[in-house]
């Protein structure tokens, strides 16, 4: 075959995300609190965006986002920020004078920025924000301030490195030797000396030992509480107390009173020197209930309201003040304005379309509470509202709606359905059935999985053990032996 160099016209589609949509499509599924903050940032880098206390008006470039945006073009929203420029420089004649401007500014100092008359030196807020120590720097600041050599100290801080943030250390002596270059036995030795801090119980590496650590310092060596910890964890787990009292030769009254010292224990001692913080949900929806209708209420309390400069736009229209590069940068950033504006609207519009299909599929729920939830999927609310799946996935992700029933994720209203006899129920349903079936037991005597089973064909819900096994893992119900309290 002869080499040959020859030209090819070739017609092809693809779709091409402009930055305006992906823009669009990350503001789209952006929580609350993370779209407050991108607002804010693009506001520092926008000299057009302002916040604005009040709502988007029309002069604002709101009129921009009327219509449907979904299928226009990239040449066509062009063609839009074109027109709209050119009529903001036919209906702004008049000019500012920018040199003016600025030499105001400069000749007080406000540019530099040392301008504020009045002003009084204060201390920074971050100055009365107390730091809570770590358990790392609770167990370092112990070591110090004991009567040990500097090599014990020196080994002591490495191992306490090693320790997690339960309190557990995570290494075994053969390890630590290795790494710090010293022989098994004063690791060994430098250990038991971390284990006598506090707090109780620091530096083991199971919670046998940890626990036997706390009796020892609670002076109950040799006694049945040390027994039964030592070699009868197992048994206790599984609550044979009768196992027990005839192994130690005990009433069952003397186990009972041991057991319960025991669960007064701390299996975690670095539970209380934990630095992580709560994250607290804030609802992106309100559903409140007025007579016998239901409204729908963005929550737009920490978001902040933005709107078009004018100052900017008078100072695009003026020609004379601008040079060719300096007015392409303002264009752009104008652009970019309005494209967030209407980023913005469409956002809200498309939370609030599936926010009010949500209630429409749902409604019983809203009506009667969770054992009334039904089956429903992203396809269901796309079909109904027209969109695609994957923006109602984005809109459903890390947001919450609050209700007269309580504070759900937008994911809490799609389940997977379950067969009965009287038509499809929803797996949230069951599991909420199943959690409550369990809160009503006999502690006790606590219901098997089988027994559970057989509860809900009662109630006609057909469903497998491993089903249920598996719902009751995802709702963090434990086994009916690990469930079951002493009857003493």
């Known amino acids: 075959m002869a080499l040959e160099t020859r030209l090819d016209a070739k017609l092809m589609q693809k779709l091409v995300l402009t930055p305006q949509l992906q823009q669009a ?150 390890e630590l030797a290795r790494l710090l270059n010293v022989d098994a036995r004063t690791v060994a030795k430098v250990v038991t000396f971390i284990q006598s801090l506090d707090p109780p119980g620091v530096c083991a590496r199971n919670i046998q030992e940890c626990l036997l650590i706390q009796i020892k310092m609670l002076a109950l060596e040799g006694t049945l509480i040390e027994k039964i910890v030592r070699h009868n964890i197992l048994d206790l787990e599984k609550k044979k107390l009768n196992i027990i009292a005839k192994q130690y030769k005990a009433t069952i009254d003397d186990v009972a009173t041991a057991v319960k010292i025991i669960e007064g224990l701390e299996p975690k001692p670095g539970r209380g020197f934990s630095k992580t913080q709560i994250a607290y949900i804030v609802p992106d929806v309100f559903i409140e209930k007025d007579d016998d209708e239901y409204r729908i209420i963005l929550n737009d309390d920490n978001i902040p309201k933005i709107r078009i400069s004018s100052t900017y736009k008078e100072l695009l229209t003026n020609k004379k003040l601008l040079g060719k590069d300096d007015k392409q940068f303002l264009i752009d950033k104008y652009r970019s304005a309005i494209w967030l504006l209407r980023s913005l609207d469409e956002r809200n519009k498309t939370i609030y379309r599936v926010t009010e299909s949500i209630l429409y599929f749902q409604m019983d729920f809203f009506e009667k509470g969770v054992q009334y939830l039904k089956p429903l999927n992203l396809k269901d609310i796309a079909e109904h509202i027209n969109m695609h799946e994957s923006n109602i996935s984005r809109v459903t992700s890390n947001k919450y709606l609050t209700c007269n029933h309580g504070i759900f994720p937008f994911k809490f209203f799609f389940s997977s359905s379950l067969p009965t006899q009287t038509g499809d129920i929803s797996s949230t349903s069951v599991k909420d059935l199943i959690k409550k079936i369990v809160e009503e037991e006999d502690s006790k005597h606590p219901l098997t999985d089988k027994r559970i089973v057989e509860i809900l064909e009662e109630k006609n819900i057909k469903i497998a053990r491993r089903t249920l096994a598996k719902y009751r893992e995802e709702l963090k119900i434990p086994s009916h032996t690990k469930r079951k309290k002493s009857e003493y």
């Open 25 to 174: 499509i990350k503001l789209l599924q952006l929580p609350q609190l993370e779209l407050s903050a991108a607002i804010n940032q693009e506001m520092v880098e926008n000299p057009f965006l302002e916040e604005n206390p009040e709502d988007y008006t029309k002069e604002d470039g709101a009129d921009l986002t009327e219509g449907d945006s979904s299928g226009s073009s990239e040449e066509s929203t062009n063609s839009d920020y074109t027109s709209e420029l050119e009529m903001s420089e036919q209906s702004f004649s008049s000019s500012i004078s920018v040199d003016d401007y600025f030499e105001e500014r400069s000749s007080d100092g406000r540019d530099l920025g040392y301008f504020n008359p009045g002003y009084v030196e204060r201390p920074e807020f971050e100055t009365f924000i107390s730091d809570s120590k770590d358990l790392t720097d609770h167990l370092i600041w112990q070591v110090g301030l004991c009567n040990v050599s500097e090599e014990i100290k020196e080994v002591a801080e490495m191992i306490i490195g090693n320790i997690d943030e339960n309190g557990y250390l995570r290494a075994t002596d053969e």
